[in-house]
Nanobody, 116 residues
Framework: QVQLVESGGGLVQVGGSLRLSCAASGSIGSVTIMAWYRQAPGKQRELVARIFGAGTTNYLASVKGRFIISRDNAKSMVSLQMNSLKPEDTAVYYC??????????WGQGTQVTVSS
């Protein structure tokens, strides 16, 4: 079982920046995908960004050019740098990891609130 601990959420004004971090521990094995999802009130959880072992990244269209996902394989960490934040970015953000054995794990979630 992989445990994920997130940090870095909070309240920020429109146009501001936040950096989310997620540390993985436990039976990490070979982590293939590390990602960030978010869920706003009344909406479905959506993929914000993901990064594969070789460094390939995918982004939700609405965050492309504003958010940057990165990973530190040696530390089993994934981060999400969020710039030019908008009110519609307000949500609970979840860290996600998938291993080579297809084991999936979720973090507890961290609140990001962008005020106008």
């Amino acid at each position: 079982q992989v445990q994920l601990v997130e940090s870095g959420g909070g309240l920020v004004q429109v146009g501001g920046s936040l950096r989310l971090s997620c540390a993985a521990s436990g039976s990490i094995g070979s982590v293939t995908i590390m990602a960030w999802y978010r869920q706003a009130p009344g909406k479905q959880r959506e993929l914000v960004a993901r990064i594969f072992g070789a460094g390939t990244t995918n982004y939700l269209a609405s965050v492309k050019g504003r958010f940057i996902i990165s990973r530190d394989n040696a530390k089993s960490m994934v981060s999400l740098q969020m710039n030019s934040l908008k009110p519609e970015d307000t949500a609970v953000y979840y860290c996600y990891v998938k291993t080579a054995s297809s084991e999936e794990s979720w973090g507890q979630g961290t609140q990001v609130t962008v005020s106008s």
